[in-house]
T-cell receptor
Framework: GAVVSQHPSWVICKSGTSVKIECRSL??????MFWYRQFPKQSLMLMAT?????????EQGVEKDKFLINHASLTLSTLTVTSAHPEDSSFYIC?????????????FGPGTRLTVL | GENVEQHPSTLSVQEGDSAVIKCTYS??????FPWYKQELGKGPQLIID?????GEKKDQRIAVTLNKTAKHFSLHITETQPEDSAVYFC????????????FGSGTQLTVLP
């Protein structure tokens, strides 16, 4: 099956700094990727939809200037958390769609645990 | 927008017994219903999915049923094993421009040996 990786798997940063998380589709080209945030013992909440070569579409309540998304190639999308604060600590998960497969199925990455001190 | 409700939030069963998790959705336009298993500290893994033109789908010990009229779908796991212990999420999507998924709140399944 299609494989999605994320890097790093975990990161600890100081308040006020920026952190970049990478999401890669390893064996397919993904025109659409999604970014989710998951707080402890809660569900996945969609943050934004990332389309290769165009601006990301953010969900209501998600600050686009704080969570910068770049989908510069068909295999890589990045999420940058700018001026991170402790309340941004969460599990960030990306997913990708394989244009050659089912139009509905999303393949999820392993997640990135962000801790802001 | 779509709203997906999932019950129960926690479920404990004895090894070998069956487990059933139920979800309801609000948007009658939704036509794709996947189920995911998430282990601690990992991303979700698709275990089974169903589309609105099908009422039931089975894959070994796992089955999903869909009632479009009532707008609910259920996950059935038979002959549960300790390794089935995890958090399970249902989700729904419709054939919109991006087919975004809306997730249920999750069910913590514990299979007792």
């Amino acid at each position: 099956g299609a494989v999605v990786s994320q890097h790093p798997s975990w990161v600890i940063c100081k308040s006020g700094t920026s952190v970049k998380i990478e999401c890669r589709s390893l064996d397919f080209q993904a025109t659409t990727m999604f970014w989710y945030r998951q707080f402890p013992k809660q569900s996945l909440m969609l943050m934004a939809t990332s389309n290769e070569g165009s601006k990301a579409t953010y969900e209501q309540g998600v600050e686009k200037d704080k969570f910068l998304i770049n989908h510069a190639s068909l295999t890589l999308s990045t999420l940058t958390v700018t001026s991170a604060h402790p309340e941004d600590s969460s599990f960030y998960i990306c997913s990708a769609k394989d244009p050659g497969g089912s139009p509905d199925e999303q393949f999820f990455g392993p997640g990135t645990r962000l801790t802001v001190l | 927008g779509e709203n997906v409700e999932q019950h129960p939030s926690t479920l404990s069963v004895q090894e070998g017994d069956s487990a059933v998790i139920k979800c309801t959705y609000s948007d009658s336009a939704s036509n794709y219903f996947p189920w995911y298993k998430q282990e601690l500290g990992k991303g979700p893994q698709l275990i089974i999915d169903i589309r609105s033109n099908v009422g039931e789908k089975k894959d070994q010990r796992i089955a999903v049923t869909l009632n479009k009229t009532a707008k609910h779908f259920s996950l059935h796991i038979t002959e549960t094993q300790p390794e089935d212990s995890a958090v399970y999420f249902c989700a729904a999507s419709f054939s919109g421009s991006a087919r975004q998924l809306t997730f249920g709140s999750g069910t913590q399944l514990t299979v007792l040996p």
